[in-house]
């Protein structure tokens, strides 16, 4: 059975950083590709950033968090995502997802498993 559980969510001023992880379970990160995404109230889900393990680590950022959000790998069972310079827009709910294949990507029907998603809050 596959489980991702994401921690590290909380409240933050503008401008302050947090650093979420995901931890994997039952199907490791080594061979697969991970994302993040977020979810606003009244919003779709949309793409945070998306790291390609077939390739590299190569990594891949929606234009709103590029220059500030990285993504990584920072083992075969966890992938983290460091948010800096925060702002009030960034407030959402933040799920991790794992890839069917080695390539994270943008779209989201590529990924089959995720997790139960952690609130982030940024107050301005």
């Known amino acids: 059975q596959v489980q991702l559980v994401e921690s590290g969510g909380g409240l933050v001023q503008a401008g302050g950083s947090l650093r979420l992880s995901c931890a994997a379970s039952?199907?490791?990160?080594?061979?697969?590709?991970a994302g993040w995404f977020r979810q606003a109230p009244g919003k779709e889900r949309e793409f945070v950033a998306a790291i390609n393990f077939a390739w590299s680590d190569t990594t891949s950022y929606a234009d709103s968090v590029k220059g500030r959000f990285t993504i990584s790998r920072d083992n075969a069972n966890t992938v983290s995502l460091q948010m800096n310079s925060l702002k009030p827009d960034d407030t959402a709910v933040y799920y991790c997802?794992?890839?069917?294949?080695?390539?994270?990507?943008?779209?989201?029907?590529?990924?089959?498993?995720w997790g139960q998603g952690t609130q982030v809050t940024v107050s301005s």
């Open positions: 997802a794992q890839a069917r294949r080695g390539v994270g990507s943008m779209n989201i029907n590529d990924y089959i498993y």
């Open positions: 039952g199907r490791t990160f080594s061979m697969y590709g």
